[in-house]
């Protein structure tokens, strides 16, 4: 199993950009996809996730209303999209995949690390202000 997320990079405060996690080795509608993110300094934290069909998102406090999870089971991918980007979302992005097959509704648990197997190398993401 692969996880290659990308779309990292350097922005100003208030720009976008949208990241890429390509899965490869499983059957991605399986699973749930998490977001989290890890700053110089602090913990890994979680930032969206989104179940296997793409009908339940879950936030972090921190990202409602400036970031967007999506996914296209047919290409492999989830997507993040940030909008609105300030200097305290810099850190390493991460992806993750958690086996969930039937599609329930996802809650705040899966904003959480122990619920994924298999994870991404990271791509950074670096705001400036």
């Known amino acids: 199993v692969q996880l290659q997320a990308s779309g990292g990079g350097l922005v100003q405060a208030g720009g976008s950009l949208r990241l890429s996690c390509v899965a490869s080795?499983?059957?991605?509608?399986?699973?749930?996809i998490g977001w989290f993110r890890q700053a110089p300094g602090r913990e890994r934290e979680g930032v969206s996730c989104?179940?296997?069909?793409?009908?339940?998102?879950e936030y972090a406090d921190f990202v409602k209303g400036r970031f967007t999870i999506s996914r296209d089971n047919f290409r492999n991918t989830v997507y993040l999209q940030l909008n609105n980007l300030k200097p305290e979302d810099t850190a390493v992005y991460y992806c993750?995949?958690?086996?969930?097959?039937?599609?329930?509704?996802?809650?705040?648990?899966?904003?959480?690390?122990?619920?994924?197997?298999?994870w991404g190398q990271g791509t950074l993401v670096t705001v400036s202000s």
């Open positions: 080795g499983l059957i991605l509608e399986h699973y749930a």
């Open positions: 989104i179940n296997s069909n793409g009908g339940s998102t």
């Open positions: 993750a995949a958690g086996f969930s097959p039937l599609r329930f509704p996802l809650g705040s648990t899966w904003l959480k690390e122990p619920q994924y197997e298999h």
